[in-house]
Nanobody
Framework: QVQLVESGGGSVQAGGSLTLSCEAS????????MGWFRQAPGKEREGVAC???????KYTSSAQGRFTISQYNDDKTLNLQMNSLKPDDTAMYYC??????????????????WGQGTQVTVSS
């Protein structure tokens, strides 16, 4: 059974940085694609960044250039380095994993496993 646990959220001022981490158990090396999603109050959960089974990355336009996704420890650790944070980045951030294909997706319906989330709050 795949289990995902996020950490690293917190409160920062605009322009600051945070690094989120996701520890995965039950993961088989190079079997799953993984991603970071976020959900702000009253909004749909949206993709932020993902990495596929071959180590290739995708970012949404809002994350491109500010966020960096990385994977370590035989795919068991997934990080999201977030720089130049804005108040619009305030949300609950979730780690997710899926195995329905080779390439990662920024759509929540393509993921089977989810963590409980970690809150990020950016003040102006």
């Amino acid at each position: 059974q795949v289990q995902l646990v996020e950490s690293g959220g917190g409160s920062v001022q605009a322009g600051g940085s945070l690094t989120l981490s996701c520890e995965a158990s039950g993961i088989t090396y190079r079997r799953y694609y993984m991603g970071w999603f976020r959900q702000a109050p009253g909004k749909e959960r949206e993709g932020v960044a993902c990495v596929d089974r071959y180590g290739l990355f995708k970012y949404t336009s809002s994350a491109q250039g500010r966020f960096t996704i990385s994977q370590y420890n035989d795919d068991k650790t997934l990080n999201l380095q977030m720089n130049s944070l804005k108040p619009d980045d305030t949300a609950m951030y979730y780690c997710a994993a899926g195995d329905d294909g080779d390439w990662c997706s920024l759509f929540r319906q393509d993921y089977t496993y989810w963590g409980q989330g970690t809150q990020v709050t950016v003040s102006s």
